[in-house]
C-alpha cells in the first residue's frame, strides 16, 4: 500500500516507507512529531531495474537539497548498514566532485535497504553521444578521469562494481563525467568484494568500446 507521507512509495504492512526511515536517519525524532518534521518528499521516478527502484527526492527547509533514494526489493545481507557506515566515512575523507556520496540508509520491516545519495545532475554518457549531444570520441576521453578515480579508490580498498552506461553520466554545463551508486553493490554483494576492483577495470572497457563504436543521431527539435 501506498505511504500516507510519500504516496509514491509502497509501505511494508503497516510500517513507514523508505522516505520516512531515511527521514529518521538523518534526524531521529520522536513518534508523535513525525507530521511537523518530515522532510523528505518523493518528487519523481528516476529508474527501475529487477532488484531495485531509484527516486528523486527533495530535503524541505530553509536550503532544500535534493537527492537519490534507492530503494532495493530484497533483504540485504547481514552487516549492510556497518558496511554503509564504512563506506559513507570513507567517501567523505576522500571522494570529490565526480562521485556521488552516500548520505544515510535504513531497512525497512523486512529488512530491505534503502540508501540516499547525493544528487548529481546529468544525462547518462551513451545517451549524449547517440543523441548528438556528444562526439564520442570526447565521451571516451572523459571516462580517463574516471579511470584515474577509480585507481585511486582501489588503492584505498574501495571499488564501484558496477559500471555500466547508466551509472555513468555527463554534467553537459560543466563538460565531467561522474559516477553514481558508488560502492553500493559492495554493500549487496560483500562476498564478491575481491573482484570489484576487477569489475571496475572490465565495465570501463566496455563502456569505451560502447561509446567509440555508438551511432549518433541528430539531436531532436524541440
Not at 532495493?72 to 554503509?84: E, H, M, T
Not at 540516499?116 to 545532475?121: G, I, N, V, Y
Request: proline fraction near 6%.
Amino acid at each position: 500500500m501506498a505511504c500516507r507521507y510519500h504516496p509514491l512509495a509502497a509501505t511494508y504492512r503497516d510500517h513507514y516507507c523508505a522516505a520516512c526511515l531515511l527521514e529518521e536517519a538523518l534526524a531521529p525524532v520522536q513518534e508523535d512529531r513525525r507530521a511537523e518534521t518530515k522532510t523528505l518528499t518523493i518528487q519523481l521516478p528516476l529508474g527501475e531495474s529487477e532488484s531495485a527502484a531509484v527516486f528523486l527526492v527533495r530535503q524541505q527547509g530553509a536550503r532544500p537539497r535534493l537527492f537519490r533514494l534507492k530503494i532495493w526489493n530484497r533483504p540485504a545481507p547481514s552487516g549492510f548498514l556497518a558496511r554503509f557506515e564504512q563506506l559513507r566515512t570513507a567517501l567523505e575523507l576522500w571522494a570529490g566532485e565526480q562521485i556521488d556520496r552516500p548520505v544515510a540508509a535504513a531497512l525497512d520491516a523486512a529488512g530491505c535497504p534503502s540508501v540516499l545519495t547525493e544528487f548529481r545532475r546529468g544525462v547518462p554518457i551513451l545517451d549524449c553521444v547517440r543523441s548528438g549531444r556528444l562526439h564520442r570520441d570526447d565521451a571516451v576521453g572523459l571516462l580517463k578521469p574516471l579511470a584515474a578515480i577509480l585507481a585511486e579508490a582501489h588503492a584505498r580498498g574501495l571499488a564501484h562494481g558496477s559500471i555500466v552506461a547508466g551509472n555513468v553520466i555527463v554534467d553537459l554545463e560543466s563538460g565531467q563525467a561522474r559516477l553514481l551508486d558508488f560502492g553500493l553493490l559492495a554493500l549487496m554483494a560483500p562476498e564478491h568484494q575481491m573482484t570489484l576492483a576487477l569489475a571496475d577495470v572490465s565495465g570501463l572497457e566496455a563502456l569505451a568500446h560502447a561509446l567509440a563504436s555508438a551511432v549518433t543521431g541528430p539531436f531532436p527539435q524541440l
